[in-house]
């Protein structure tokens, strides 16, 4: 008498168990098999506001000796940049020629050394680098108080099953 | 009976001669109906054994688009060869709050990449975060809203980099980092691939139900 229910207990449940795993194993499969969205990014949608057509600027009319001066000074520009890059290029070069010297010289130093400074650097990966600031730090400085609050939005991706 | 025998074996006849006669006729010109122009094996139809065969083609010409859906799957393959070592896939991140800024930086380290030869995988952006900042005055008790932040970061994948060569890069990259841009250059990992993708709290829901 107290143990027919037991009885029924120890038979369905585990077979629900499986049958629910199973339910849910297939559902996953399911899910997993769709893509993957990726998170559209705000930077590339340029906001309504700025697309109204009264924001237009009409087209600027020069004078031909504006559009002439403008012109040289594109010109003498372009060949600043020319020459810093020239520069920049000759820099990268003297680099690489050092260093194969330098490796050239330690290999007829010594065969290990040479191996070794092949190999690379397992220290170097996070490399982490600020840019100059345009100013220089102001000593005895108190920072207002004040907290961060991160209000970016979260994108979840809906699973369509539900039909209602 | 016999006579329709006859007439059936009779146009039997006349066909073969007819097919005979066509062969002789071939052999005569001086052509051979099966090996002729195109290579072709076929002896019955002439149009295909002629040097026009195929004179429509187009598709060989036409270049097979890939059509480009969804991420590919992630070969995250960090090649070590031994002495000579090559880095596996590297991240350059970018992150600045003026938007123009880290752009045009990303675009400057891209075009610098394609001048050194290293291969660029692929340079894409990762999702904008909005900062609020609420600061207290000196008197008040209350907070007040200042300003509202954006961060804007670039990613720069790059692979086959030298060990060497390395060095020599990350120095061009320092000396031309602009103001208020922060270079941060770390391997790629699954995380990095992953924090692109929405959240999928469903499946997580049903992950979790499982175990």
Same mark, same amino acid.
């Given at each position: 008498? +107290? ?9 369905? @449940? ?5 049958? $629910?795993?199973? +339910?849910?194993? +297939? ?15 705000? @930077?590339?949608?340029?906001?309504? +506001?700025? *697309? ?20 040289? *000074?594109? !010109? ?36 290990? #050394? ?6 690379r650097d397992?220290?170097l990966f996070p490399f982490e680098k600020e840019g ?5 730090? /102001?000593?005895? &400085? ?8 991160? /209000?970016?939005?979260? &994108?979840?991706? /809906?699973?369509?099953?539900? &039909? =209602? | ?6 007439? $059936? ?22 052509? =051979?109906?099966?090996?002729?122009? %195109?290579?072709? *094996? ?11 065969? %195929? /004179? ?16 590919? !799957?992630?070969?995250v393959?960090a090649?070590? *060869?031994?002495?000579?070592?090559e880095y596996g896939i590297l991240n350059i991140h970018m992150t600045a709050?003026?938007?123009?800024l880290a752009e045009s930086y990303a675009q400057y380290v891209h075009r610098l990449c394609n001048k050194l030869s290293i291969k660029v995988e692929e340079s894409y952006a990762m ?5 609020? $900042? #609420?600061?207290?005055? @000196? ?12 961060t804007h970061e670039r990613v720069v994948q790059i692979s086959g980099l030298s060990a060497?060569f390395a060095e020599i890069f990350l120095e061009i990259l320092q000396s031309n980092l602009p103001?208020g841009v922060s270079l941060s250059v770390r391997e790629h990992t699954?995380e990095d691939f992953?924090g692109r ?15």
């Amino acid at each position: 008498m +107290r143990a027919e229910p037991q009885r029924k207990k120890k038979k369905l @449940d585990p077979r629900k168990e499986q049958a $629910v795993k199973d +339910r849910l194993r +297939r559902r996953i499969r399911k899910l997993e098999k769709a893509t993957q969205e990726l998170v559209p990014i705000e @930077d590339f949608i340029t906001p309504l +506001r700025f *697309l109204d057509k009264s924001r237009q600027r009409p087209q600027e009319e020069h004078s031909p000796e504006e559009s002439e001066r403008r012109a040289l *000074l594109l !010109k003498r520009w372009a060949l600043y940049k020319q020459q810093e890059h020239e520069l920049e290029k000759d820099t990268i070069k003297a680099m690489l020629e050092a260093q194969q010297e330098a490796l050239e010289e330690l290999k007829l130093e010594s065969a290990e #050394l040479y191996a070794e400074a092949i190999k690379r650097d397992p220290s170097l990966f996070p490399f982490e680098k600020e840019g100059p600031h345009y100013t220089p730090p /102001i000593s005895n &400085y108190q920072a207002p108080e004040g907290k961060y609050n991160d /209000i970016t939005k979260v &994108y979840t991706q /809906i699973e369509f099953k539900k &039909y =209602n | 009976m016999s006579g329709t025998l006859g007439k $059936v074996l009779g146009l039997w006849n006349d066909t073969l001669c007819k097919q005979a006669f066509s062969l002789l006729r071939f052999r005569v010109l001086g052509e =051979n109906p099966i090996y002729s122009a %195109g290579g072709v *094996l076929r002896s019955s139809r002439h149009y295909k054994t002629k040097p026009t065969h %195929g /004179i429509g083609r187009y598709k060989h010409l036409v270049k097979v688009l890939e059509p480009k859906k969804k991420r590919a !799957k992630v070969q995250v393959r960090a090649i070590n *060869l031994g002495t000579d070592y090559e880095y596996g896939i590297l991240n350059i991140h970018m992150t600045a709050y003026d938007m123009t800024l880290a752009e045009s930086y990303a675009q400057y380290v891209h075009r610098l990449c394609n001048k050194l030869s290293i291969k660029v995988e692929e340079s894409y952006a990762m999702p904008t975060k909005t900062m609020e $900042v #609420l600061r207290l005055p @000196d008197q008040g008790s209350k907070m007040t809203l200042d300003s509202v932040l954006t961060t804007h970061e670039r990613v720069v994948q790059i692979s086959g980099l030298s060990a060497t060569f390395a060095e020599i890069f990350l120095e061009i990259l320092q000396s031309n980092l602009p103001e208020g841009v922060s270079l941060s250059v770390r391997e790629h990992t699954e995380e990095d691939f992953k924090g692109r993708f929405k959240a999928r709290p469903e499946l997580e829901e049903l992950l979790a139900k499982l175990n």
